[in-house]
């Protein structure tokens, strides 16, 4: 049988399947499918309070005329894809075959967004106002000093937040619901959101291995003996590492505590501070240590000094007064 002949056959029994299952997926649909869900840079978004996977369809177009399916095979075979009407074709297709559905965007309330705004911001405009007023009545000047710090901190994180803020604006997930009309159009802004959900190669293979994995271990007692030893004292040393990696992170705090309090709340010694914070394996213990020392005192500490400064006063002028009446 020539190759004529072979393609034919198999467009007539995709044909007769199509007919028999219309929901069914002829390979190539299936491929273009696969590459639009896996290859297709991924978004997401919020439909009733779930996370859902979106792509726009002007980028899925794009995508498709980009493509290996745009070009002809090796073998001689047709491109699937020839123009920007057969893509679009294509992907009306795989939506009637509910591959996908098409969505509405919806617009954030404004009195909720000003409602967020308002609460955000209002803790650190009374801790400002308070160090306004505490500015003003205070003599002291370590305890200026710290009410400045204590309203210049509340600024920055005043602006931080509307940093933030705006930024999550432009990132977030939009909130969406299905389109009464279920249609593909080819428009920049139009929003699809994914029900195709193919099982990846990878997670068969990770399925088998961890099948695998787990009649090994049933089929412990039948190893050889030296693999034994050899397993027995890698999970000693496991554990031992995930022990030690344990006592660390406890014993960072009370080696900062004590630290702060020799220092008079000037020094903050932190040893391995990216222990754990939400970094890579390498980065956790980089740097080993980080310091930072501070020329201005803590408020508590500050008002001990005020007060121990103004006793101090105290003291010398009524030293003075009585060597006057003497």
């Known amino acids: 049988m020539s190759e004529v002949a072979k393609r034919k056959s198999k467009r007539k029994s995709a044909a007769i399947d199509a007919a028999e299952d219309p929901c069914k997926l002829t390979p190539d649909e299936e491929a273009v499918a696969k590459a639009l869900l896996w290859e297709l840079p991924s978004k997401e978004g919020k439909l009733a309070g779930m996370k859902v996977g979106i792509f726009l369809a002007d ?3 794009e995508f498709l ?12 075979k047709e491109a699937v894809i020839k123009d920007a009407r057969a893509a679009t074709q294509l992907m009306s297709t795989l939506l009637a075959k509910g591959l996908f559905q098409r969505a509405l965007k919806l617009q954030k309330d404004k009195r909720s967004s000003r409602r ?15 160090a306004d007023q505490q500015s003003s009545k205070e003599e002291s000047t370590a305890k200026v000093a710290a009410v400045d710090d204590e309203a210049a901190a509340a600024r920055e994180r005043r602006e931080k937040r509307a940093r ?10 939009p909130r969406l619901e299905i389109h009464e009309l279920q249609a593909f159009v080819p428009n920049a802004g139009e929003v699809y959101i994914w029900h195709y959900d193919p ?18 271990l049933c089929l412990f007692p039948m190893w050889p003996l030296q693999l034994r030893t050899g397993t027995y004292y890698l999970s000693i040393g496991a ?3 995930l022990g030690g990696l344990i006592s660390l992170s406890l014993l960072r705090y009370p080696l900062f505590g004590l630290i702060w309090c020799l220092s008079l709340g000037r020094l903050h010694f932190w040893f391995l501070p990216n222990l754990t914070e939400d970094v890579g ?27 121990s400064s103004t006793g101090t006063a105290e003291a010398s002028d009524g030293a003075n007064g009585s060597k006057k009446t003497n």
């Open 116 to 130: 967020e705004d308002k609460t955000g911001s209002k803790r650190d405009e009374k801790a400002i106002e308070k």
């Open 199 to 216: 099982t990846r190669p990878r997670n068969v293979v990770l399925g088998f291995l961890m099948v695998l994995g787990s009649i090994l």
């Open 281 to 307: 394996v390498l980065e956790s213990f980089v740097p080993v240590i980080s310091y930072d020392w501070s020329t201005t005192k803590t408020p508590a500490v500050a008002s001990t000094a005020a007060a």
């Open 65 to 76: 005329l980009k493509s290996r399916f745009a070009s002809p095979g090796k073998d001689g």
């Open 239 to 241: 554990l031992c590492l």
């Open 164 to 173: 933030e803020r705006q930024e999550k604006r432009k990132r977030g997930r």
């Open 59 to 61: 980028e899925a177009i």
